[in-house]
């Protein structure tokens, strides 16, 4: 069950990953809210690793052919 925030210390996130029950997340509030953290944070960081990884795969292969 999904615990109030004033009754423990942590966040709605926390709250919301211990919870069992899976419909909570297709509500529209959850969804609105991962949606903006997706955005604001997660993406770019997302993002950098994903083109940090393709660099290292090339140099791997330029190294590898040459």
């Not at 969804?31 to 997660?42: G, H, I, Q």
Request: hydrophobic share 50%; glycine share 4%.
């Amino acid at each position: 069950m999904l615990t109030s925030v004033s009754e423990e210390d942590g966040d709605i996130t926390a709250a919301i990953a211990d919870s069992e029950e899976l419909a909570i997340f297709k509500t529209p509030i959850v969804m609105d809210m991962l949606d903006y953290k997706w955005d604001v944070f997660a993406q770019s960081s997302h993002r950098l690793g994903c083109l940090i990884h393709i660099i290292y795969v090339v140099c791997l292969i330029m190294y590898i052919n040459f």
